[in-house]
């Protein structure tokens, strides 16, 4: 389709709590710059139902924030969510639309940018506009981080992108002076062709909410077998932090897949990520890199991880662990 | 019941190496695999045999004729039959071209098949692209439901029971058929081939889709020509350099120096 103006939208992702996803309102930082680029508007888009939190979020940071709101948008499913965004895109025509990457925004990605018959970028890490051409230049990591591309989508708009939790800070905010626009768009219930049959909280009633996370503390192959893992634990919980893992002890059936983190698990970037007996292959290190403090703990003094670690402990993790909890614990005690 | 199982050839990301002067990607002797998001995809249609032994598995992968060898591999772990999409007008092709040629792939082995597929099942991702966006797309081309981040899908009468991954936990999804699904990553590892079927794959002839299977389709929708997003650049990530390095005479005081640290630093 013709793009019909040159605002640059964010899709902000609500919670069945009406709050925003985390991701959603961090992309307006970086929207707020491409839209001035782009010489448009930057735009919210929030679905949900009685989403006011995330509205009042967008608001404090876009020009204008478009709402659509009902009971059929409260749990998101494809069939809704796709119907609702591609019938506000179809009527307002934004020239690039930014979703961030979370299972749902990837979910949703595809399915609407393949009915408006347009380019999407996936799971992208930097944004920019292409001083050439005027056009987003999304860049992102291929070959499971090995290799960076810059993609760009010329002739087709919107131009969209998905974008990865935590690669940008959200700005501070201040009066939510956003004009918005509700619109009247709902969604049949004949149209929504998944039901959720039952929601399974994790079994351990352990918190691996890792994206949400500000503090991690991940064990990898060093920490042995499951009771390795005791150390990692007992640190994560003086910090009021969640467990992460390498893939490696996943595969080695030490701890569920929920915690992984990298390539085929979770991207992070808590504050504070600490690696404990992980060697950092780049496909973990594609997953937590954006971390804004890595420490690495490991025996091995060229293990990859402390090039990306802000303070790397050569050394043993079962002795550093405790000495570390503990000195953590009479300081808050 | 018959399934449809979408799979690419990939090369095995964890082998891939930069080459440390030229500061490129070493491709040469990186062995290729199935991407394993599609083996779980495959593993998830063989479970669904397993209880329904009157079902049908074909596979289907588009890609150069060397990805035979992925979808003989997929013969020999659990698929009936198996299809190649290779075509020199394919090539190129970003998610959007690839799905479209991929939905008319679908129709075409159902014409060819005799049967409609009830679920097309696919991996997540490939580890190549990580797009995980030909999945959905080929849904919506199809005008399909999807449910994507599958762990395990089990048959309901005429719907799927998808366990699927989510942020904090998993659900259960109830989707109607025909549908797609993608698969993440289960609990459990895939089977394993047998002796038996990998040696009538080694027979198997794989009938291939070329340029010329689908008259219907839209030429201008496909290839490098018909993609919407182009590669402008790639490069390979600067190398972070490592910060400070803690290493006194124990543990014990290695530990206490990275508590300093990290209290000076207001971090803790």
């Known amino acids: ?333 | 019941m018959n399934i449809l199982v979408c799979v690419k050839q990939v090369p095995d990301t964890t082998e891939i190496k930069i080459d440390p002067v030229k500061n490129t990607l070493i491709r040469d002797g990186v062995p290729s695999i199935v991407n394993p998001f599609d083996g779980y995809a495959l593993e998830a249609a063989a479970r669904i045999k397993d209880k329904n032994p009157d079902t049908k598995i074909v596979v289907v992968s588009m890609g150069p004729p060397q990805a035979q060898a992925a979808l003989k591999e997929c013969l020999s772990i659990a698929a009936d039959k198996a299809y190649l999409v290779s075509g020199r007008t394919f090539g190129g092709s970003d998610t959007l071209a690839t799905s479209y040629i991929l939905s008319n792939a679908v129709k075409k082995i159902e014409e060819l098949e005799g049967a409609k597929f009830d679920a097309i099942f696919c991996g997540k991702q490939a580890i190549d692209g990580d797009t995980a966006q030909v999945g959905p797309e080929i849904a919506e081309h199809l005008g399909l439901p999807q449910v994507t981040y599958g762990l395990e899908a089990e048959l309901d009468g005429d719907m799927l029971k998808v366990r699927k991954e989510m942020e904090d936990g998993a659900a259960i999804i109830g989707v109607k058929m025909p549908c797609v699904v993608t698969f993440t990553k289960p609990a459990w590892d895939p089977r394993y081939p047998t002796i038996k079927r990998k040696l009538a794959a080694n027979r198997a002839k794989i009938p291939v889709l070329g340029d010329d299977a689908f008259p219907e389709i839209d030429v201008t929708r496909i290839g490098l020509k018909g993609s919407p997003t182009h590669v402008k650049k790639t490069f390979v990530p600067q190398k972070k350099t490592g910060g400070i390095k803690i290493k006194e005479e124990t543990n014990e005081d290695s530990a206490k120096k990275l508590f300093t640290l990290l209290s000076d630093a207001s971090i803790i």
């Open chain 1, 1 to 333: 389709m013709e793009a019909k103006t040159k605002d640059l939208w964010v899709f902000v992702e609500t919670t069945e709590n009406g709050d925003p996803k985390n991701v959603g309102i961090e992309l307006l930082t970086p929207g707020r710059e491409l839209a001035a680029k782009q010489g448009g508007k930057l735009c919210a888009v929030v679905i949900g139902c009685g989403a006011d939190a995330a509205i009042n979020e967008a608001a404090q940071r876009a020009d204008v924030v478009y709402v659509i709101d009902g009971p059929e948008f409260k749990t998101y499913t494809t069939d809704a969510y796709a119907n609702a965004l591609v019938a506000l895109v179809e009527k307002y025509g934004p020239t690039s639309m930014l979703i961030g990457a979370t299972n749902n925004g990837r979910d949703l990605g595809p399915r609407v940018s393949c009915r408006l018959k347009t380019g999407l970028t996936a799971d992208c890490t930097g944004l920019d506009i292409d001083e050439e051409s005027g056009n987003v230049a999304w860049t992102r990591p291929a070959f499971g981080g090995n290799l960076m591309a810059t993609i760009l989508c010329p002739d087709h708009r919107p131009q969209i992108g998905t974008v990865r939790p935590g690669v940008f800070k959200k700005n501070e905010g201040g009066e939510a002076k956003a004009e918005i626009i509700r619109e009247d768009i709902h969604v049949a219930a004949e149209d929504i062709r998944t039901q959720v049959l039952e929601v399974i909280k994790e079994m351990d009633a352990e918190n691996v909410d890792l994206e949400g996370a500000d503090i991690i503390v991940s064990g990898g192959r060093g920490v042995g077998g499951p009771e390795g893992f005791a150390p990692v634990k007992a640190l994560a919980d003086v910090l009021g932090g969640v467990v992460g893992s390498s893939r490696a002890a996943v595969d080695a059936g030490w701890i569920a897949h929920a915690h992984q983190v990298g390539q085929t698990g979770k991207t992070v970037a808590p504050k504070l990520y600490i690696a404990c007996g992980i060697s950092g292959a780049i496909q973990h290190l594609a997953g937590m890199s954006g971390s804004d403090v890595i420490v690495a703990i490991n025996k091995d003094p060229d293990a990859p991880i402390f090039d990306v670690a802000t303070y790397g402990v050569v050394g043993d993790l079962f002795e550093v662990l405790p000495v570390l909890t503990e000195e953590i614990k009479k300081a808050r005690a």
